[in-house]
T-cell receptor, first 112, second 113 residues
Framework: AQSVTQLGSHVSVSEGALVLLRCNYSSSVPPYLFWYVQYPNQGLQLLLKYTSAATLVKGINGFEAEFKKSETSFHLTKPSAHMSDAAEYFCAVSNTGNQFYFGTGTSLTVIP | DAGVTQSPTHLIKTRGQQVTLRCSPKSGHDTVSWYQQALGQGPQFIFQYYEEEERQRGNFPDRFSGHQFPNYSSELNVNALLLGDSALYLC????????????FGSGTRLTVV
């Protein structure tokens, strides 16, 4: 069975501070892992994806994530938060690339 | 280049009615997946269509059905609507599965009253 756990449903950071959003996954085989961002009243936008190449994955808007098999984690980070980063972030896992399992999301607030 | 287009954007239906939602995939994509996103939750997989056939299905009742047309566009049909079907329905397209990530549409907000 596959599942994703996102620790912290709400995260607040000051503008310019480090952003760290946590994601742990459960998968019986090497997974595909993704981070998506959702702005209010919009669909999901792909931030980055891990597909068994480099363990450190760089995405759009300065975000990156590191795949750690030993910890079954795929945490999302950004060195310096910007006001425009305020949104809902979802981690997703898939074994086959067909059915994705999403976490319940983390709402990021950026404080000026 | 148009992304994924969904229609309508908002819809209000009465319990027991039937609804059809529509999706046009991104140009070059041949696979369409549907997700249900309840308020405050992550998207839940409904099913995926490829080559006009349902390739995989999530844990949703038979009231949820779909179709894919030769031009790769897709419809999601929900019969006998329940109040609990109120959600944002997201269509996502990809090429030959979703290994490289989906492109999502902005969704259809369905409210069942």
């Amino acid at each position: 069975a596959q599942s994703v756990t996102q620790l912290g449903s709400h995260v607040s950071v000051s503008e310019g501070a480090l952003v760290l959003l946590r994601c742990n996954y459960s998968s019986s085989v090497p997974p595909y892992l993704f981070w998506y961002v959702q702005y209010p009243n919009q669909g999901l936008q792909l931030l980055l994806k891990y597909t068994s190449a480099a363990t450190l994955v760089k995405g759009i808007n300065g975000f990156e994530a590191e795949f750690k098999k030993s910890e079954t984690s795929f945490h999302l980070t950004k060195p310096s938060a910007h006001m425009s980063d305020a949104a809902e972030y979802f981690c997703a896992v898939s074994n086959t690339g067909n059915q994705f399992y999403f976490g319940t999301g983390t709402s990021l607030t950026v404080i000026p | 280049d148009a992304g994924v287009t969904q229609s309508p954007t908002h819809l209000i239906k009465t319990r027991g009615q039937q609804v059809t939602l529509r999706c046009s995939p991104k140009s070059g994509h041949d696979t369409v997946s549907w997700y249900q996103q309840a308020l405050g939750q992550g998207p839940q997989f409904i099913f995926q269509y490829y080559e006009e056939e349902e390739r995989q299905r999530g844990n949703f009742p038979d009231r949820f059905s779909g179709h894919q047309f030769p031009n790769y566009s897709s419809e999601l049909n929900v019969n006998a609507l329940l109040l609990g079907d109120s959600a944002l329905y997201l269509c996502a397209s990809s090429f030959a599965g979703g290994n490289y990530g989906y492109t999502f549409g902005s969704g259809t907000r369905l409210t069942v009253v």
